[in-house]
């Protein structure tokens, strides 16, 4: 990215069933769901959303390995998407296991999220 216009923060969780990709999807969600950028058509080169680009970065504690790319990709819907992982985010007790929605332990997963957007 050469230039960055626009930086938008989020939090997401699973408190039940362990799934770090839907943690994420629900972290890069809240980024992105109260904000509006009516100029970025302006700001971007031949003012097109397609030469829009999306750095999303990830603070995830843990499964780096079980988080589905894709899943996270299809939030974005405009422009060039990049996923990068870091460490961070939380894990923690959710305080009961419930395998009616496919708990394996008591663990809850807390992802943050930064959407960067630029050209």
């Known amino acids: 990215m050469d230039r960055l216009i626009f930086i938008q923060t989020g939090m997401g969780t699973d408190v039940h069933g362990q799934n770090i990709t839907k943690a994420s999807v629900r972290a890069v969600k809240n980024a992105i769901q109260n904000n509006s950028m009516?100029?970025?058509?302006?700001?971007?080169?031949?003012?097109?959303?397609?030469?829009?680009?999306?750095?999303?970065?990830?603070?995830?504690?843990?499964?780096?390995?079980?988080?589905?790319?894709?899943?996270?990709?299809?939030?974005?819907?405009?422009?060039?998407?990049?996923v990068e992982v870091h460490d961070g985010g939380m894990r923690t007790t959710s305080g009961i296991v419930l395998e009616d929605h496919n708990d394996d332990n008591d663990q809850m997963y807390i992802v943050n999220a930064s959407v960067e957007v630029g050209y």
């Open 38 to 82: 009516p100029g970025i058509k302006a700001a971007l080169p031949e003012n097109s959303l397609d030469n829009m680009k999306v750095n999303v970065k990830l603070a995830v504690p843990f499964d780096h390995d079980q988080i589905k790319y894709e899943e996270i990709e299809k939030v974005i819907p405009y422009g060039e998407v990049n």
